[in-house]
Structures are given as C-alpha cells and as structure tokens.
C-alpha cells in the first residue's frame, strides 16, 4: 500500500494543487457560416460621396445600399 496520503498535508501543497491548470487541449476554432438571407453586423469604410448618396433619402439607408450591392451580385452572376 502506498505510504502518501490522498490529500496534501502541507496547506501550500492543498493550494498549489487546487490552482492547478488544467491541461486540456483548446478545441479547434470552427468557422461559423451565416444562413442566406440574414444579415450580419459589419464594418465598412465607404467613400463620403456614396454615404451621402444613400442617406439623402432619409432611414433604411442601410438597406439601399444592401439593395444595391444585391444588385451587383444578381447582374454578375447572371453574366
């Protein structure tokens, strides 16, 4: 039978076992694809022309230029 105790006798032996790190291995970073049809959240640099353009007409400025890259997308993919 094994002569050392179960449990650390020695307080700063308890402690440095209790703050152990644990030694698992990091999962592996999995890459999140977004569902067609749902927006995300970005940041983007546009020219202060194009901005203008597309506030002029007030709110839903966001969803124009959504409409207006959709519309490149649909004309390039026809192509």
Do not use: H
Request: overall charge positive; cysteine-free; hydrophobic content about 45%.
């Amino acid at each position: 039978m094994a002569s050392t105790p179960r449990r650390p006798v020695n307080p700063m032996d308890a402690a440095e076992a209790l703050f152990k790190t644990a030694k698992k291995p990091a999962a592996p970073a999995q890459e999140r694809r977004a569902l067609p049809e749902v927006k995300e959240l970005v940041s983007l640099k546009l020219d202060s022309m194009i901005l203008e353009y597309f506030q002029k007409d007030g709110p839903g400025w966001q969803d124009r230029i959504n409409d207006a890259l959709r519309a490149v997308v649909a004309k390039d993919a026809a192509d």
